[in-house]
């Protein structure tokens, strides 16, 4: 036997020491173990702080983004309004000096409505009729432009009511003889509150004391004078009835809100108007990718990995003092594996539970003052692409049937309308194309007149041309998208989402597909409409073709994720049996002859290579796709196999290479294989 292991090199004779004769480990050992636990141990904790901190200093920059967005809207709103609250105190001042005849107010007053274009009229009331807003609006000393008469009396406010006073000689009280006050257009008071950039996924609107409307991205909104505290009371939404209260009062402050009719959560900010004694409500999106970000992600694995290696230690450093002869590697192994299992588990959890990622340049809208901001803050490139204003086209979708197809062609069909108001010209056709469907199949099903409406509904079906990425198989997720356009794509003719039509625009209530839809292998987790910009790099010969990069496109998107268990008992758990069963074998190795073990795999082989074809059959993906990384493994594993195997039976020391290998083999086994599907499900997914 001296013989024997003279001929295996000094470092097998560590390895076989050091696994074979745990009692020979020496205090170099321990001592190496307690400094890379002190070591693991230090690295868990910095990046578990480090970990926490990002998160934090990424939620505290929305929540940052909000509120200063919102201070610098107010801040311009109350530069806009002071200039006029100014003029119209100066006016004051001077009549209740007497510094101003009454005889010259309707000059000054001229003078005032000249200087500031977005005032509608300004005028000056005396007592006993400073109450009465009709009254007011009837005195001589009142001048307005000519655009006020048209003017729906809802879109009218008056901004100011600057009192008129005087000192009682005798009893130096203050005596009111009159109010300066200014009307002012809920429109441009709309047009200032649009002209403030508040990112893509902000927007704002201002309310009175009383809580009413005074800007809003939906019209109705002001003209209807609907007001926050009933909305509040009839959507049963008592964290907005708060905010509105406390902003009532003339308080600021920063809430974590939810939607309830979206599902969306906002950061809103409301501060006082406080020239006015109005408030503004800032809406601000939060980004869903935030919190589930590959920067946070990152940080997360890297103090899970270090915690793993710092549990490995531990319990190494924890057998050698309870076991003074030495670490048991095999239970250190079996450990290590089990965390490493955990490891990738929850690397799956954190892939597949990940919301959907809103792409580069996709707007998507929700309801009424989410389409509304967007519209208004492209109206400008819209309109400069025409000569004409844009005709918005309310336009909807309901989904009966959906079925993806291997090759690209999947099956689709339901139902698509449209509503037409007397805005639209009668020289404009009726009728809307799907761009990407095709061999596309439209019914005229019904015409439905409402009024002054005309709601127009088809039936379709058609072929969706849209490839799918399998490169993440199982954990893959899609979008099936369908861009619309209107039939006369010439003119400026925006289609808008009729968010009418649909009792909620919650993406996650999947507004638009019928509650029986079922698509086999996927679950259907969202559905909601966007807005895209699309440049065609042609103008199809028509000089004023208007649809270049800056013409939003509606689209209608929905989000579906792969159903994870089919593709776990169909392809994966073959995969972990073959394991397990070569496992077996190499616990067992001298129990088999060479060709039992080479039949063995060869069958091993075969049963992985079958379920291999099988699953590039059925995903019919051009690259390779995640989870043949495994397979590969299982064939490398089997190829060491049948090495280990032959050589052991070619070499005149069999017994010693057999003993030494193989328990080499089963120390080294599961962390072998995990860690390659570790470092593989990393490289892929992050």
């Avoid at 009383?210 to 509040?232: C, M, W």
């Avoid at 593709?567 to 088999?592: Q, R």
């Avoid at 120390?667 to 593989?680: N, R």
């Amino acid at each position: 036997m001296r013989e024997k292991l003279n001929e295996i090199s000094q470092l097998d004779k560590s390895i076989l020491n050091t696994v074979e004769n745990p009692e020979k480990n020496t205090l170099m050992t321990m001592a190496i173990v307690f400094f890379l636990t002190l070591v693991s141990l230090s690295a868990t904790l910095f990046f578990l702080k480090d970990y926490l901190s990002v998160r934090k200093q990424v939620m505290m920059k929305e929540r940052d983004h909000a509120y200063i967005e919102t201070r610098k809207a107010i801040t311009e709103i109350n530069r806009n309004l002071e200039v006029i609250h100014s003029a119209a105190k100066q006016l004051a001042d001077n009549l209740s000096s007497e510094k101003l005849s009454q005889i010259m107010i309707p000059d000054e007053l001229r003078k005032i409505l000249s200087n500031f274009p977005k005032i509608l009229g300004i005028g000056v009331v005396y007592v006993p009729n400073i109450h009465s807003e009709n009254i007011r609006n009837k005195s001589p000393y009142y001048v307005k432009k000519p655009e006020s008469e048209g003017l729906d009396p809802a879109m009218k406010i008056q901004l100011f009511s600057i009192p008129i006073s005087t000192i009682n000689p005798s009893t130096h009280d203050v005596i009111i003889k009159g109010v300066v006050y200014v009307d002012y257009s809920l429109l441009n008071l709309k047009t200032l509150l649009n002209s403030i950039n508040m990112g893509k996924t902000g927007y704002g609107y201002i309310l009175s004391r009383k809580g009413r409307f005074l800007a809003h991205p939906v019209d109705q909104y002001v003209l209807s004078q609907k007001n926050i505290f009933t909305e509040a009371e009839l959507q049963n939404d008592q964290p907005l009835k708060v905010m509105a209260e406390q902003a009532s009062h003339g308080r600021s402050g920063l809430f974590n809100y939810t939607d309830i009719q979206t599902g969306f959560q906002y950061w809103i900010c409301y501060e006082p108007i406080r020239v006015t004694g109005w408030y503004m409500m800032g809406l601000f999106l939060k980004d869903r990718n935030l919190g589930s970000s590959l920067t946070l992600h990152h940080k997360l694995i890297r103090f899970i990995l270090s915690l793993i290696v710092c549990i490995v230690f531990l319990y190494a450093l924890f057998t050698y003092f309870n076991n003074p002869q030495g670490i048991n590697y095999s239970n250190s192994s079996i450990l290590l594996g089990f965390l490493l299992i955990c490891m990738i588990s929850f690397l799956f959890y954190l892939v597949y539970a990940k919301p959907n990622e809103i792409q580069k340049g996709e707007v998507v809208v929700n309801n009424k003052a989410g389409i509304s901001r967007f519209l208004n803050i492209n109206h400008s490139n819209v309109n400069t692409s025409s000569k004409d204003s844009p005709i918005y086209i309310p336009t909807g979708i309901f989904i009966k049937s959906l079925l993806l197809g291997r090759s690209g062609k999947s099956t689709i069909s339901g139902t698509i309308w449209q509503s037409y108001d007397k805005s639209v010209p009668e020289t404009i056709a009726k009728g809307v194309a799907i761009l990407n469907v095709k061999s596309m199949k439209l019914k005229e099903t019904y015409r439905y007149h409402s009024g002054d409406k005309l709601v127009l509904g088809w039936d379709f079906e058609g072929l969706i041309d849209q490839r799918f990425d399998y490169s993440r198989y199982p954990l893959d997720k899609t979008k099936v998208c369908l861009k619309f356009q209107h039939v006369e794509f010439t003119k400026n003719i925006i289609l808008v989402p009729d968010t009418n039509a649909y009792t909620i625009m919650n993406p996650k209530f999947k507004p638009g597909l019928s509650s029986e839809i079922y698509i086999p292998g996927w679950n259907v987790e969202e559905s909601y409409f966007n807005y895209q910009f699309h440049d065609e790099t042609t103008n199809f010969g028509i000089d004023v073709y208007i649809k270049d990069s800056t013409f939003p496109t509606m689209s209608y998107t929905i989000f579906i994720k792969r159903q994870f268990i089919n593709a776990f008992i169909g392809y994966m758990m073959p995969v972990f049996v073959v394991c397990i069963v070569l496992y077996v074998m190499l616990t067992t190795f001298s129990d088999f002859k060479t060709t039992e073990i080479i039949g063995s795999c060869t069958s091993m082989f075969f049963i992985t290579v079958l379920t291999h074809i099988r699953l590039r059959g059925e995903t019919m993906a051009s690259d390779i796709i995640y989870l043949e990384y495994f397979y590969f493994v299982i064939y490398l594993v089997i190829l060491t196999i049948i090495s280990m195997a032959v050589l052991i039976n070619s070499s005149e020391n069999s017994e010693v290479l057999m003993k030494k290998y193989g328990l080499l083999s089963k120390i080294l086994y599961w962390p072998f294989i995990l860690t390659i599907i570790l470092a593989v499900t990393l490289w892929t997914f992050f």
